[in-house]
């Protein structure tokens, strides 16, 4: 079976696609299936997509073809398109960060991977060695609350350099139980999909017992407002979006298992910044 993307970006639409592609999969059995990008395709969206493949190809033979030579050579050069049989391209220009596939016991690995195909690149705002810390360790505290509460098999992570518009798209994606079940199971409450996601970005609020812990989330939150960047994130049936000028929140028509946070960062920033509390790699959403 050929199924053929539409044009797909990271606007809730986009994200919404291939949610849609993932419930399809999921309700049919192929013995042969090819997904043909055909169109645009924003690169850090290969996390959520091979996220998606993976999962399909434990009991199908998925193939991926990418007509177009401009979509499949950033395909290429991230490094995604190497798991579907095709020739990893050295990126000349720097402006992909890799798409990686890592199991949850691989945080080292993770933590490298943010600080060198992220934070390091030349095009991410200048910051001083204590931000840069602090927005190392709320990332890695993304991937750390994947690894325990999540359940899931791989965390995935992708992202792009759009030069023109002054920009890096980072992304992270989670199989597993997401915001609601997870927060509704820890405290016996009743929270949608949207609720759980806003609880989950106050500063402090942490399922984990015993220890402080969800301070990077908001630490990210408020990096990315200043920064005037955007952060998205998917779980179950919610969706929130918070930019430097508003917030916005939907129900997905279908729910996503497990987690997806989209990061936005603007690269023509030259400001300093001095953000509020401190956070480490234990103190875990």
Not at 66 to 86: C, D, H, M, W
Not at 127 to 143: G, M, N, P, Q, T
Request: net charge negative; aromatic share 12%.
């Amino acid at each position: 079976m050929e199924i053929s993307l539409p044009s797909i970006d990271n606007s809730r639409e986009g994200y919404e696609e291939l949610i849609a592609l993932n419930k399809s999969l999921e309700d049919s059995f192929f013995d042969d299936i090819e997904i043909n990008i055909s169109h645009w395709f924003s690169a850090n969206l290969c996390a959520l997509l091979g996220c998606i493949l993976d999962k399909a190809a434990r009991c199908n033979n998925v193939k991926v073809s990418v007509p177009s030579e401009k979509t499949r050579r950033i395909l290429q050069k991230n490094g995604f398109l190497a798991y579907f049989g095709y020739e990893k391209i050295y990126d000349y220009y720097d402006t992909t960060v890799r798409y990686l596939r890592l199991k949850p016991n691989e945080e080292r690995f993770f933590n490298e991977y943010v600080i060198k195909e992220l934070l390091r690149k030349r095009k991410f705002p200048i910051v001083s060695d204590k931000l840069e810390k602090k927005i190392a360790e709320s990332i890695c505290e993304i991937f750390v609350n994947a690894q325990i509460h999540s359940e899931t098999d791989y965390i995935y992570a992708c992202g792009q350099f759009f030069p023109r518009e002054n920009k890096i798209n980072f992304i992270i994606v989670d199989r597993g139980l997401g915001f609601r079940k997870r927060i509704n199971s820890r405290f016996s409450t009743n929270f949608s999909g949207v609720e759980a996601i806003k609880w989950a970005l106050g500063s402090g609020n942490s399922t984990k017992q015993g220890v402080p812990g969800g301070i990077g989330l908001a630490i990210l939150k408020e990096f990315i407002n200043l920064n005037r960047g955007k952060v998205q994130i998917i779980s179950d049936n919610g969706f929130l979006q918070i930019d430097s000028q508003s917030e916005a929140s939907y129900n997905l028509d279908e729910p996503f298992a497990g987690t997806v946070i989209h990061m936005e960062f603007r690269t023509d920033d030259n400001n300093s910044y001095i953000l509020s509390g401190e956070i480490g790699c234990n103190d875990i959403f």
